[in-house]
């Protein structure tokens, strides 16, 4: 009879695990975050009442202006949520507690990488269901879909890596102050104003920003038109930004 190996023999989570629950940490922190949810969805939800309720008043098109309110809500998630969260967690020391855990920088950044994925997709199916209540009706086309769906990805990668370097070099109530200030900056900049209503001069730099691409897509997307350069650039921005993340972001305040 073999006797019986009692040993602790401690050894970290497989990598994907451990990963794959911090992502579940993340989300159901946001999701218990009120604050979150009005950035998320309160807003955007209220965008399209309004719309529904005065836009042919104010010659406000239904079609592209529920896709844009739909780009809004991903950027509030991908970027202005994610900032202000994490900063304020660098803050409090919570990253700091991270660090004596097997929880690496690349992990960390997989798991609210993939809490914002979630988190978004959810947020995107909330928006689309309620625009369709409203009486959105999208006529997108397959090639587009394909198109759009790459966007969609790129550009909360390029959101997330931006929100991290910000969260991860400036205080957390820098951090507050400037999100939302780049909140409303990136919905006028692209996201809820399309690029041919700014002047000649100014659109082609408008047209390099991650959030012009995540709008003109979406906007493009609803009315059935096919336009792949947005896919370039969201692919530019989110290998920069996240390499930027990666190589700054601080754990300690």
């Not at 529904?52 to 739909?70: N, Q, T």
């Not at 920088?105 to 988190?119: C, E, I, Q, S």
Request: charged share 15%.
């Amino acid at each position: 009879m073999s006797a019986l190996d009692l040993r602790p023999a401690p050894a970290p989570a497989p990598r994907l695990r451990r990963i794959l629950r911090h992502a579940r940490m993340e989300t159901v922190l946001v999701a218990r975050n009120g604050e979150q949810l009005l950035l998320a969805l309160v807003i955007p939800l209220g965008l399209i009442l309004g719309q529904a309720v005065a836009g042919e008043r104010l010659g406000i098109a239904r079609e592209p202006f529920v896709a844009s309110v739909i780009a809004l809500g991903l950027w509030s998630t991908g970027f202005t949520s994610l900032a202000i969260t994490t900063a304020f967690e660098r803050r409090y020391g919570v990253l700091e507690r991270l660090v004596a855990t097997p929880l690496r920088r690349t992990d960390l950044m997989l798991g609210k990488a993939a809490m914002v994925t979630a988190v978004a997709l959810a947020q995107a199916a909330v928006l689309a269901l309620a625009g369709v209540a409203a009486g959105w009706s999208p006529r997108p086309s397959i090639a587009q879909t394909a198109v759009a769906a790459g966007v969609v990805v790129l550009s909360l990668a390029a959101f997330s890596g931006l929100a991290l370097v910000l969260a991860g070099r400036a205080s957390a109530e820098l951090t507050l102050g400037l999100a939302n200030l780049v909140y409303l900056l990136g919905a006028a900049g692209g996201l809820l104003v399309p690029v041919a209503a700014f002047p000649a001069w100014a659109q082609p730099v408008i047209s390099l920003l991650p959030t012009t691409a995540l709008g003109e897509t979406l906007r493009t997307w609803a009315g059935g038109g096919v336009d792949a350069l947005p896919l370039i650039v969201v692919a530019v921005w989110a290998v920069a930004a996240l390499a930027l993340a990666r190589k700054v972001f601080r754990w300690t305040s």
